[in-house]
């Protein structure tokens, strides 16, 4: 028997129902929404294709122009040597930041960009790239 796939809220069953439609006695039903099929008038599959909830994420690359920036201010504040490489993808932790490094980062964006970040968007922070989008996103709402 052919194998279905299953890809986000839609079932893909059309070698099933090819097979079907050759076997006697069996009928399909189908619509947008569910799928029934029958064989001498009893039912043997039903496939109810409900909405599920999708965790939708939406990401905003910063320029380069804000990242590097952040990058320097993550240098200055880990006192890090210019030859060390800072990303967007660097994770603080990683660069040897611990909590209250973490602190100092984001009073140094702000004292930068001339933004206030809430605690809860602070704590969220844990690499150059989501700082510097959370910068950009601060900056538009203003």
């Given amino acids: 028997?052919?194998?279905?796939?299953l890809t986000g809220n839609s079932i893909s069953m059309r070698p099933l129902l090819s097979q079907l439609n050759q076997i006697p006695a069996c009928s399909l039903i189908s619509s947008s929404s569910s799928v029934l099929t029958s064989s001498f008038g009893r039912r043997n599959v039903s496939f109810?294709?409900?909405p599920r909830s999708i965790r939708l994420t939406v990401s905003c690359a910063?320029?380069?122009e804000t990242v590097d920036k952040v990058c320097a201010i993550v240098k200055k504040q880990l006192a890090l040597p210019d030859s060390s490489p800072v990303t967007g993808e660097s994770k603080f932790s990683a660069l040897g930041a611990d909590s209250l490094d973490t602190v100092e980062i984001v009073m140094g964006l702000e004292e930068?960009?001339?933004i206030s970040v809430e605690e809860d968007s602070a704590q969220s922070i844990t690499t150059v790239q989501e700082a510097a989008d959370l910068i950009e996103e601060i900056i538009q709402k203003k």
């Fill in 48 to 50: 109810s294709l409900r």
């Fill in 62 to 64: 910063a320029k380069q």
């Fill in 112 to 114: 930068e960009f001339g």
């Fill in 1 to 5: 028997m052919a194998a279905n796939a």
